[in-house]
Nanobody
Framework: QVRLVESGGGLVQPGGSLRLSCTASGRSLSSLTVGWFRQAPGKEREFVTTMRSSGGYKYYADAVKGRFIISRNNADNTVYLQMDNLKAEDTAVYYC???????????????????WGPGTQVTVSS
């Protein structure tokens, strides 16, 4: 069993930056695909970014490409999401997810991920 806990959310002005962390316990993340999803009020959960276990493949939603970066530190069993040039439309609860054996065609599909954190709120507002 893998337990994921996100941190680093908060209130930031448009154009600002935040760095989210997702720390895992119970199993090493090094062999899992890890990703970030978000859910804004009144909207469905949407894919943000993902990274394969090898770390060599990263995939981003068009809405965040060029502004967000996913990374992982296997020594700390932690996944990060660096978010720059934040916009009001980035406001959402951000969830960390991890999965075993996630195939390429399912990387954007939350149902393919086995483990989820409780989420952390990100609010972008002036």
């Amino acid at each position: 069993q893998v337990r994921l806990v996100e941190s680093g959310g908060g209130l930031v002005q448009p154009g600002g930056s935040l760095r989210l962390s997702c720390t895992a316990s119970g199993r090493s993340l090094s062999s899992l695909t890890v990703g970030w999803f978000r859910q804004a009020p009144g909207k469905e959960r949407e894919f943000v970014t993902t990274m394969r276990s090898s770390g060599g493949y990263k995939y981003y939603a068009d809405a965040v490409k060029g502004r967000f970066i996913i990374s992982r530190n296997n020594a700390d069993n932690t996944v990060y999401l660096q978010m720059d040039n934040l916009k009001a439309e980035d406001t959402a609860v951000y969830y960390c997810a991890a999965g075993a054996g996630v195939i390429l065609s399912s990387l954007r599909n939350g149902a393919a991920y086995n483990y989820w954190g409780p989420g952390t709120q990100v609010t972008v507002s002036s």
